[in-house]
């Protein structure tokens, strides 16, 4: 770890110069206490870095959450082994892809009776109306999306399979995150504040305008995380075919690295953004993704109080996507994805290894705040285009 300044703390090696900028840009507020925690993994943002834990006092910046609120990882891991599953694992594949829409735009057709209970639940905990954001926003829950968001068949260390996958909030929680994020930037301009960056408005608590963030923010959370459980259940089912018998899940992880949450640090309550960045309060488990082709880590937090009880969500970017797209090639992520089951296409070369930090460097940054209990590798992946 380096101490950049009295209000920002580095954990990355790898780190490029416009965004430790960015970074002490967001450090400059007032209202920052004791100090932003950057993460292995960071990376340029939007306003605020990715890869960053941002605590603040009497303030929300909804940039500091993103637009993918509640975007995190679940994992199962079952009591099946490698030895266990047939070679020729394209029949899973495929089968996932069909049971879980990919992809920017795709949402289901019709709710499957364990989607229509969980929009039910979800429906009367709103106390808004999300359709104001997204009209089809039930169709959307257990969708995937497209970007780095993934669904894996993996193996540990012991040969054990989990079934993996990332996502959040979908289309719904982007318009929410981006409405609040023009919210605050026009109450500020109106104040006539300076910001080092328009993208770091912030809504003031006791205002209606950051209650209202809030309360949107949590449903949209709670919506990520229910997401991740019904896709969780459809791979589960198609696991279940492929492997022949059922699956009895020996451990389910559950995790947001893009969220707020109250915590208490360095002696007050604090408002808790992690944009990037996983719970790593002692004990607690999580999980951290390496890029497409890559090792995966189950972890375990240890509570490290000056990174605010947090570690890395993932490998970081290294590349720009449009800059991954020229630079590499789709022999070259053939090679990278040699041995694993994946849909072939150039539509993924933005999302090739080398477009993302070395996932081994970022852990061995993180070796002070998390403990790996698995190392997963890869046997199944799904995107969406």
């Known amino acids: 770890m380096r101490q950049i300044n009295e209000r920002l703390m580095n954990w990355a090696s790898i780190i490029g110069d416009e965004t430790l900028e960015q970074a002490e840009k967001a450090s400059r507020l007032p209202f ?14 939007k306003g605020a870095t990715v890869g960053s834990v941002i605590p603040t006092l009497g303030a929300l910046i909804p940039a500091a959450v993103g637009v993918d609120i509640g975007c995190g990882m679940a994992a199962v891991r079952t009591q ?17 892809e069909r049971a879980i829409p990919l992809s920017a735009g795709g949402y289901n057709r019709e709710l499957t009776d364990s989607a ?29 999306g497209s970007g780095n968001h993934f669904i894996e068949v993996c193996a540990d260390e012991h040969g054990a399979i989990w079934l993996f996958l990332h996502s959040g909030s979908r289309g719904v929680g982007n318009r929410i995150a981006s409405h609040h994020i023009q919210v605050a930037r026009t109450l500020q301009e109106k104040r006539g504040v300076e910001l080092p960056d328009r993208d770091l408005a912030y809504l003031e608590e006791g205002t209606d305008e950051f209650d209202a963030y809030l309360r949107e923010l949590r449903w949209a959370q709670d919506f990520a995380l229910t997401n991740r459980d019904e896709m969780m259940d459809r791979v589960v089912a198609c696991f279940a075919e492929f492997a022949g018998g059922p699956v009895h899940e020996v451990e389910r992880v ?18 808790l953004s992690r944009k990037g960045a996983i719970n790593a309060a002692a004990g607690v488990p999580g999980l951290i993704p390496g890029s497409m082709g890559d090792a995966s880590y189950v972890v375990v937090g240890k509570g490290n109080a000056a990174s605010l009880n947090s570690s890395p969500h993932g490998a970081g970017r290294a590349y720009s996507r449009s800059k991954a797209r020229k630079t590499f090639t789709r022999e070259q992520l053939r090679e990278a ?22 996932i081994d460097v970022v852990m061995r940054d993180a070796e002070d705040l998390v403990t790996i209990r698995h ?9 969406g285009d």
């Open 254 to 271: 559950q995790c947001h690295h893009n969220y707020t949450e109250q915590e208490t640090h360095y002696g007050k309550q604090v408002w």
């Open 375 to 383: 190392t997963l590798r890869q046997l199944v992946n799904v995107k």
């Open 116 to 144: 229509q209970r969980r929009v039910a639940r979800l429906e009367a905990a709103a106390d808004f109306d999300p359709a104001e954001y997204a009209k089809n926003w039930k169709l959307q829950l257990g969708s995937l």
């Open 337 to 358: 994805m040699k041995g694993i089951e994946y849909r072939d296409t150039d539509a993924f070369l933005d999302e090739i290894p080398q477009a993302y930090k070395p």
């Open 32 to 45: 920052i206490h004791p100090h932003i925690a950057l993460m292995p993994d960071a990376h340029l943002g």
């Open 80 to 96: 099946y082994k490698v030895e266990d599953l047939r070679p020729d694992r394209s029949g899973l594949r495929t089968s996932i």
